[in-house]
């Protein structure tokens, strides 16, 4: 009997061990995963502090308003914890919520009319557009979150839906970027190495912004040049280049943040309450110089990090990385980040997008 029973006992013991190397196995994941969380959080805490800091050290040195940018980046920090907080709680309807949220608020601003929008401030135009395609993201988001098809598919829906609103609304600007995000999101399935993609959508965004540079410094071909500035519009070309000339005047600190309506002639000049030179790296390159336009590069490229490094999905972080991408493009040609809503659900997406849900998810995850 006692030969029997250590028979016995011997299998039990093994399935024990395996059952604890895989408990052991899961644990040690975990804890990977967290200290990426916290590697990525830190990056974000630096950035955005170092973001406030040098705005309130060129306001010190050349005067200035550094309250506007001051909101902006609490407002991406604020919209960011909040969406941590909210994509692990509630997965689906945190984001769903979000697209119906942002979608209200583009068909609530005063410019959002149907028809050509001749003497509405661009700016205007581009704060639609980046919330139309911020509500398209976030239902991407939340259909991949959804764990059922047809759920799935009323989402996918209501996002396509947004970017019919886009067109009905006469926002160009607003359907290309809902439509972009909406196919970026359907292909980020077939996508097994997201660092692959997410270096894609950062090169897509240093390409519009070199783009709005060399149009700033009139080096684009003759060609193309006019071809760009047509389409354009010469009034924007000009505060590109009244931006550049200020930022040239000193590129270590700028002028000083929010001044560049009372430097800008073709600002001083404008019909349209214009302050602002419809670019945001422009902007802060002339008001905050060198060093604030490399701060904005480094918010972006921390949100593409923590995406890269997030345990969501891999469709998830891709579809937050295309909205976002999406949104550098707009505002690089445009003062869309200018708007508190804007920013707050930029913050928004990028924490819905990093949140680790109290649930587990299906789908592919963190891949390199």
């Given at each position: 009997?006692?030969?029997?029973?250590?028979?016995?006992?011997?299998?039990?013991?093994?399935?024990?061990?395996?059952e604890?190397?895989g408990?052991?196995s899961?644990t040690?994941?975990?804890?990977?995963?967290?200290?990426?969380?916290?590697v990525?959080?830190?990056?974000?805490?630096?950035?955005l502090?170092a973001?406030?800091?040098?705005?309130?050290?060129?306001?010190?040195?050349?005067?200035g308003?550094p309250?506007?940018?001051?909101?902006?980046v609490?407002?991406?920090?604020?919209?960011?914890?909040?969406?941590?907080?909210?994509?692990?709680?509630?997965?689906?309807?945190?984001?769903a919520?979000?697209?119906?949220a942002?979608?209200?608020l583009?068909?609530a601003?005063?410019?959002?009319?149907?028809?050509?929008?001749?003497?509405?401030?661009?700016?205007?135009?581009?704060?639609i557009?980046?919330?139309?395609a911020?509500?398209?993201?976030?239902?991407?988001?939340?259909?991949?979150?959804?764990r059922?098809?047809?759920?799935r598919?009323?989402?996918?829906?209501a996002?396509?839906?947004?970017?019919?609103?886009?067109?009905?609304?006469?926002?160009t600007?607003?359907?290309?970027?809902?439509?972009?995000?909406?196919?970026?999101?359907?292909?980020?399935?077939?996508?097994?190495?997201?660092?692959?993609?997410?270096?894609g959508?950062?090169?897509?965004?240093?390409?519009?912004?070199?783009?709005t540079?060399?149009?700033?410094?009139?080096?684009?071909?003759?060609?193309l040049?006019?071809?760009?500035?047509?389409?354009?519009?010469p009034?924007r070309?000009?505060?590109?280049?009244?931006?550049?000339?200020?930022?040239?005047?000193?590129p270590g600190?700028?002028?000083?943040?929010?001044?560049?309506?009372?430097?800008?002639?073709?600002?001083a000049?404008?019909?349209l309450?214009?302050?602002k030179?419809?670019?945001?790296?422009l902007?802060?390159?002339a008001?905050?110089?060198v060093?604030?336009?490399?701060l904005?590069?480094a918010?972006?490229?921390?949100?593409?990090y923590?995406?890269?490094?997030?345990?969501?999905p891999?469709?998830?972080?891709l579809?937050?990385?295309?909205?976002?991408?999406?949104l550098?493009v707009?505002?690089?040609?445009?003062?869309?980040?200018s708007?508190?809503?804007?920013?707050a659900?930029?913050?928004?997406?990028?924490?819905?997008?990093?949140a680790?849900?109290?649930?587990?998810?299906?789908?592919?995850?963190?891949?390199?």
């Amino acid at each position: 009997m006692r030969p029997d029973t250590a028979g016995r006992s011997g299998p039990a013991q093994g399935g024990g061990g395996v059952e604890s190397m895989g408990t052991e196995s899961a644990t040690g994941a975990a804890d990977a995963e967290d200290d990426r969380r916290n590697v990525s959080d830190t990056a974000g805490v630096l950035v955005l502090g170092a973001c406030a800091a040098w705005s309130l050290i060129t306001a010190g040195a050349h005067g200035g308003r550094p309250e506007g940018f001051l909101l902006a980046v609490l407002a991406v920090a604020a919209g960011y914890a909040a969406g941590r907080i909210l994509g692990a709680l509630l997965p689906v309807a945190a984001p769903a919520a979000g697209a119906l949220a942002g979608l209200g608020l583009a068909l609530a601003a005063p410019h959002a009319t149907a028809g050509p929008q001749v003497v509405t401030p661009p700016g205007d135009i581009g704060a639609i557009a980046a919330l139309l395609a911020l509500s398209t993201g976030a239902a991407c988001c939340a259909a991949w979150a959804a764990r059922f098809p047809a759920q799935r598919l009323a989402l996918r829906s209501a996002a396509l839906g947004i970017a019919v609103v886009a067109a009905a609304l006469g926002s160009t600007t607003g359907l290309v970027a809902s439509a972009g995000v909406l196919l970026c999101s359907l292909a980020a399935d077939r996508m097994r190495h997201r660092a692959l993609a997410l270096s894609g959508l950062a090169l897509v965004a240093v390409l519009v912004t070199g783009t709005t540079w060399a149009v700033a410094g009139n080096v684009v071909p003759n060609g193309l040049g006019s071809y760009l500035e047509d389409q354009l519009g010469p009034h924007r070309v000009l505060l590109w280049r009244d931006a550049l000339t200020l930022a040239h005047r000193d590129p270590g600190l700028g002028a000083g943040p929010g001044r560049f309506g009372e430097l800008s002639p073709t600002a001083a000049q404008s019909l349209l309450p214009d302050a602002k030179p419809h670019s945001a790296p422009l902007q802060l390159a002339a008001e905050q110089g060198v060093t604030g336009a490399a701060l904005l590069a480094a918010v972006f490229c921390w949100v593409l990090y923590a995406l890269w490094r997030t345990g969501r999905p891999t469709p998830v972080a891709l579809t937050g990385g295309a909205t976002l991408t999406a949104l550098a493009v707009i505002a690089s040609v445009g003062n869309a980040l200018s708007f508190t809503a804007v920013t707050a659900g930029t913050g928004l997406l990028a924490g819905i997008a990093t949140a680790r849900p109290l649930a587990d998810e299906g789908g592919t995850r963190t891949q390199t």
